[in-house]
C-alpha cells in the first residue's frame, strides 16, 4: 500500500475494544463499517416512523445489517479461500463493501486473479440463490408473474423478504465492484490480468493506465448523468438515481487523480528504461549501444562516491540526470552533440574518481 493508505487505514481502521481480528489472522474491520450499517438501520427506523407508507420498513432495520454482514462474510471468506497460503502475507480491512484494502497488490498475478474472481462470484451466487427462491416462493399477481415482481423490495419476516434482501443487498455489492477504482474487485482483476499478460510492465505504468481509465470512465458517467437529470426535470420525474451516478463519476475522478499522483511519485524512484532503439544498433550515432549501457551502469554506482563530490560537481550532476531523463523520454536521436559530450564527460568523470577514490 502506499504511503498515503497506509496513513488513511491507521486511522479508520478500528483496533480497539473487541478483538478486531474476529479469529482470522490479518482481517481488520474498518470503522465505517461500524458507522455505515448502524447508521443504516437507523435511517430505515426513522423513514418506518415517519412516514405511514413506510412503515413495512421497520422490520428491514433489523433484516437488512443483518443479511449485508452475513453477505460480507462470504464475500471475504472466499477471497479468503481463494489466496490459499498467501493469506498469511495479505492484510484484509473489511468495510462496508467488502475489503478496503490494497494489499493484494502484493501478490502474484494468479493470485491477484483468484481473489477478484472469487469475490464476485460469492457475491453473484448470492443474488441468484435468492432470485431462484423469490422465484419459488414469490405468490403470482392476477397478470402473472414478472421480473419486476420478483426484484420488487419486500420487509418483513418470511422467507421472501429475506431471499429479496439478500438479492439486493449482493447486487449492489457486485455492480459496485464493477468499479475499475480502489477498492474495488475490478482494479484487482485489472491488476491481475496486466501482471500475467505483460509481467515486465513498471508498476508505475500501471498506476498510469488505472488513472487513465478511471478518469475517461468518471468524465462518460458524469455526461450520460447530467444529460438524464436535465431530461428527467424536464419531465418532472425523479432524479435520485442520476444523482447518485453523478456521485460515482466525481469518485472515480478522485480516485484517478490518486492513482496518477502515485504513478508520479513510483516514476520518479524507478530507474531509468533503456529505449526501445537502444535494442539496434545505430551505425550514424556517435555512441552505440555498448557506451550508452556501460554509461548508465557507471552512473548508477556513482552514488557510492556521492559524499566526496563537491558542491560545483553536484551542479553538474544534476546537469547530468536531466540529460538522462531526455534519453529515457526521447530516446538518444533526441540528444544534442553538446549533450552527448556531457555525458561522455561524466562517464570519464566518474571512471577517473573510481580509480582513484582518495585524489577526490
Keep these: ?41 437507523i435511517a430505515l427506523a426513522v423513514l418506518s416512523l415517519s412516514y ?4 413495512e420498513l421497520r422490520s428491514a432495520a433489523v433484516t437488512l445489517p443483518i443479511v449485508w454482514i452475513l453477505s460480507l ?16 502475507e495479505f492484510e484484509m480491512v473489511v468495510g462496508p463493501a467488502g475489503n478496503i484494502s490494497n494489499d493484494y497488490e502484493h501478490l502474484s ?5 483468484s481473489y477478484a474472481v472469487a469475490g464476485q462470484s460469492a457475491t453473484l451466487l448470492l443474488a441468484l ?23 420488487d423490495f419486500q420487509a418483513g419476516w418470511g422467507s421472501n423478504a429475506w ?13 459496485l465492484h464493477l468499479l475499475p477504482a480502489a477498492p474495488f474487485d475490478a482494479r484487482a482483476l485489472i491488476v491481475g490480468w496486466t501482471r500475467v499478460s505483460q509481467p515486465n510492465l513498471p508498476p508505475w505504468r500501471l498506476h498510469r493506465l488505472l488513472a487513465s481509465t478511471d478518469s475517461h ?30 456521485f460515482v463519476s466525481m469518485y472515480l475522478l478522485t480516485v484517478s487523480q490518486l492513482e496518477a499522483f502515485q504513478a508520479q511519485q513510483e516514476e520518479e524512484f524507478a530507474e531509468p528504461e533503456l529505449p526501445h532503439a537502444w535494442k539496434k544498433r545505430d551505425p550514424s550515432s556517435t555512441i552505440n549501444i555498448q557506451r550508452q549501457s556501460k554509461l548508465m551502469s557507471e552512473y548508477r554506482s556513482a552514488s557510492a562516491y556521492a559524499e566526496s563530490v563537491e558542491l560545483s560537481s553536484m551542479a553538474e550532476t544534476l546537469d547530468i540526470d536531466e540529460i538522462l531523463r531526455k534519453l529515457h523520454r526521447e530516446g538518444q536521436d533526441a540528444l544534442s ?16 574518481r573510481r580509480q582513484n577514490p582518495q585524489s577526490h
Design 337 to 352: 552533440p553538446f549533450e552527448k559530450e556531457a555525458l561522455l564527460s561524466a562517464s570519464r568523470e566518474i571512471q577517473a
Design 217 to 246: 470512465l468518471a468524465v462518460a458517467l458524469a455526461g450520460f448523468a447530467l444529460a438524464m437529470i436535465a431530461t428527467r426535470l424536464a419531465t418532472m420525474d425523479s432524479v435520485l438515481f442520476w444523482y447518485a451516478l453523478l
Design 163 to 175: 431471499a429479496s434482501q439478500i438479492v439486493w443487498v449482493n447486487g449492489f455489492l457486485f455492480v
Design 52 to 55: 405511514a407508507g413506510y412503515s
Design 129 to 151: 440463490l435468492g432470485l431462484l427462491v423469490l422465484g419459488a416462493i414469490a405468490p403470482a399477481p392476477a397478470s402473472g408473474l414478472t421480473m419486476a415482481s420478483i426484484l
Design 109 to 113: 498475478g494468479p493470485s491477484m486473479l
Design 1 to 41: 500500500m502506499s504511503v498515503w493508505r497506509e496513513r488513511i487505514a491507521s486511522v479508520l481502521t478500528w483496533r480497539g475494544g473487541l478483538p478486531p481480528r474476529l479469529g482470522l489472522q490479518h482481517v481488520y474491520i474498518h470503522l465505517s463499517a461500524l458507522i455505515a450499517l448502524p447508521s443504516t438501520a
Design 73 to 88: 462474510l462470504v464475500r471475504v471468506a472466499a477471497q479468503m479461500l481463494a489466496i490459499g497460503s498467501h493469506g498469511d
